[in-house]
């Protein structure tokens, strides 16, 4: 029997255990890819609160305390595609992404990753060149998931911007889940898969999260995938 003075944050966890069902429910029902990404980014943020909730409960009800978070970074290889000729691929470049695990069982994940230029275009009309454009990849919100200790996996819904140095162009903006599981898009081969932290020891850390979206603000409707992999420096035991 829960203490009394802890019966009022059950019960708040009994909600959002609720919403959750339900918007599974309304994850099954989805009709499109954006109807898609959006639900799960709600479920992702649901488990989130709920982790923390739960961490609240515990300290209420005298459960010993949260284990340390842990801390780690990841030499990171990024690519992304698009389904625009003009720059059908960005990447790959290297950036240094940071990942917090946390809560109880490590189930919560804060992902950092920093403004990453993904090369530069040039620009022509016709067949003369006239200036040249740099991509430059920002999170605008989000980079906040889980952590799925049994088998591993990952996923982080996360607000990014492609910044356009060219004059003229407002940024790029997408929504997409990044995860380790696998995700379907317009764009050849039409699947790409992710890939679990692992922990065998030739390749202990090594992790691939990939995603699928479609462009809004310059370029709208443009389709854009990517890749994002390496090693992570420390992960969940």
Same mark, same amino acid.
């Given at each position: 029997m829960a203490k009394s003075q802890c019966l009022p944050i059950l019960d708040e966890i009994s909600d959002i255990q609720s919403d959750i069902v339900t918007l599974q429910e309304d994850?099954?029902?989805? /009709?499109? +890819? #954006? /109807?898609?990404? /959006?639900? *799960?980014?709600?479920i992702i943020k649901l488990r989130? &609160?709920? $982790?923390?909730? #739960?961490? /609240?409960? &515990?300290a209420c009800e005298g459960i010993p305390p949260l284990p340390t978070p842990i801390q780690a970074s990841m030499a990171s290889r990024i690519i992304m595609a698009t389904s625009d000729p003009r720059f059908p691929t960005l990447g790959p470049v290297s950036s240094t992404l940071t990942f917090t695990f946390s809560q109880t069982d490590f189930s919560v994940v804060a992902m950092g990753f920093p403004p990453t230029d993904l090369g530069t275009l040039t620009i022509t009309i016709g067949p003369i060149p006239i200036g040249s454009n740099t991509i430059t990849a920002r999170v605008m919100s989000g980079g906040q998931g889980t952590y799925t200790r049994a088998d591993n996996s990952l996923s982080i819904p996360t607000d990014f911007s492609l910044h356009h140095s060219a004059v003229g162009l407002s940024e790029s903006t997408f929504s997409m889940t990044l995860t380790t599981g696998t995700v379907t898009t317009s764009l050849p081969p039409g *699947?790409?898969?992710? %890939? +679990?932290? %692992?922990? !065998? !020891?030739?390749? $202990? @850390?090594?992790? !691939?999260?990939? @995603?699928? %979206?479609v462009l809004t603000g310059s370029f709208a409707g443009t389709a854009v995938t990517a890749i994002i992999s390496g090693t992570l420096t420390a992960f969940p035991p």
């Open positions: 994850l099954a029902a989805a /009709e499109s +890819p #954006q /109807e898609t990404n /959006e639900i *799960t980014k709600k989130v &609160d709920l $982790a923390k909730k #739960q961490a /609240e409960f &515990d *699947t790409l898969m992710g %890939s +679990p932290i %692992s922990r !065998a !020891a030739a390749s $202990a @850390g090594r992790v !691939a999260l990939v @995603g699928a %979206s």
